[in-house]
């Protein structure tokens, strides 16, 4: 007689195979919806880190450590002996939007769901529990409790396979962009001189009014607008990437370290087959059209 939990690692693992072949990046989740924690290797990231996190490392670790970066498509890792092991004690399968290229909109409740149909245009809809997975072509930055009751779960994070949803997928729109391009200007220190002038003036100070999570953030989306255009418009996006995250900089006393967001924009944008002449011009281009604005 099979043992029950032979029956549900079995299916659990014929679906994240399934998955897997349509180039899903899937990992098992254990009870509580949640990844396996890391083995003693790994904990701490005393490994470093796989090489598709934020902060690449050389951790070549076998078992399903690090959540949604250990998501695979490699059958061979899938079915092998330690992720075996972890499938026997799965409760469910999950894959990781950014490696499948979507950005998912998890609606938590009724409520998100009815701001969803007016706020943001129609997509791939998946039901949950208590709401709805809206799915869009592209990669962003993932954010928690962006409004009441909604998550955005693209790159680094995950997401639980519920099923393939219904409706055409559509590319993600600005409107979701923005639901995590939220300033963070760095906070003033002790005894500023708040009575000395009455308008903002660049002469007061040097360098950037921002955090560097704002502009890693900012960066971040803008380079995973441009990953979305593997087929045509990375040019066009790599522009739009430019000019936005420049515009963020205009009132700053400066410098900014443009030179190096400029050069993440470039590399992202010949990664997806636009060429190295062109992706520089396009980068420079979108720059000047933002920062000339306001000279």
Request: aromatic share 6%; glycine share 10%.
């Amino acid at each position: 007689m099979t043992h029950p939990t032979s029956i549900r690692r079995d299916g659990l693992l014929a679906l994240a195979l399934r998955l897997s072949a349509g180039m899903m990046p899937v990992l098992p989740l254990r009870a509580g919806k949640v990844p396996f924690g890391n083995c003693p290797d790994c904990t701490d990231n005393a490994c470093g880190g796989r090489p598709n996190m934020k902060t690449p490392g050389p951790c070549a670790c076998p078992r399903p450590c690090h959540a949604w970066a250990a998501a695979t498509t490699d059958p061979a890792v899938l079915t092998s002996p330690v992720w075996t092991r972890a499938w026997a004690q799965a409760e469910t399968v999950a894959y990781y939007p950014g490696g499948a290229g979507v950005t998912v909109v998890d609606l938590d409740d009724a409520v998100a769901v009815a701001w969803a149909r007016t706020a943001l245009p129609p997509t791939r809809v998946v039901a949950t529990t208590r709401g709805e997975h809206w799915i869009y072509r592209g990669v962003m930055r993932s954010a928690n409790k962006v409004r009441p009751g909604i998550d955005i779960k693209s790159a680094m994070s995950y997401a639980r396979w519920l099923g393939p949803g219904t409706g055409p997928m559509t590319p993600l729109p600005s409107a979701v962009l923005t639901l995590v391009e939220r300033e963070e200007s760095t906070p003033a220190r002790e005894a500023v001189d708040s009575s000395t002038l009455t308008r903002w003036d660049r002469s007061v100070a040097t360098g950037c009014r921002h955090t560097p999570a704002f502009v890693r953030a900012g960066l971040d989306t803008g380079i995973g607008r441009i990953m979305a255009c593997r087929e045509q418009g990375a040019g066009t996006a790599a522009y739009g990437a430019a000019r936005f995250l420049a515009a963020r900089h205009t009132a700053c006393p400066g410098p900014c370290g443009l030179d190096a967001v400029a050069a993440e924009l470039i590399a992202a944008a010949i990664a997806v087959g636009v060429p190295a002449p062109y992706a520089r011009r396009c980068v420079t281009n979108g720059m000047n059209a933002a920062l000339g604005a306001v000279a």
